[in-house]
């Protein structure tokens, strides 16, 4: 079993940057990702990553949003600049085991409680 908690969310203005982060209970070989959520919407993709650093995002946050990780430190994180109101969602930090990337979230096994980004205009 592994424990997510993720740290960073809050409020910012259009157009300024914030960096979440997200901590991992113990080492694992595992793809980790963001997603995030919208009210009335569905969870939708973000970004991840996986144990040797490959990493794959969402097209409306391409050049906007860069995903890490440490793995020594067994932390992920996503710097996220040049925000806009539609990034305002809850941000889930999620992994998987195995080095295949999905951006669909049935099929990431471990999940973080979420926290709240909001981007006023």
């Known amino acids: 079993q592994v424990q997510l908690v993720e740290s960073g969310g809050g409020l910012v203005q259009a157009g300024g940057s914030l960096r979440l982060s997200c901590a991992a209970s113990?080492?694992?070989?595992?793809?980790m990702a963001w997603f995030r959520q919208a009210p009335g919407k569905e969870r939708e993709f973000v970004a991840a990553?996986?144990?040797?650093?490959?990493?794959q995002y969402e097209d409306s946050v391409k050049g906007r949003f860069t995903i890490s990780r440490d793995n020594a430190k067994n932390t992920v994180s996503l710097q996220m600049s040049g925000m806009k109101p539609d990034d305002t969602a809850v941000y889930f930090c999620?992994?998987?085991?195995?080095?295949?990337?999905?951006?669909?979230?049935?099929?990431?096994?471990?999940w973080g409680q979420g926290t709240q980004v909001t981007v006023s205009s």
């Open positions: 113990r080492r694992t070989s595992t793809t």
């Open positions: 999620t992994a998987r085991a195995g080095s295949a990337i999905f951006t669909t979230p049935g099929n990431y096994e471990y």
């Open positions: 990553v996986t144990w040797s650093g490959t990493t």
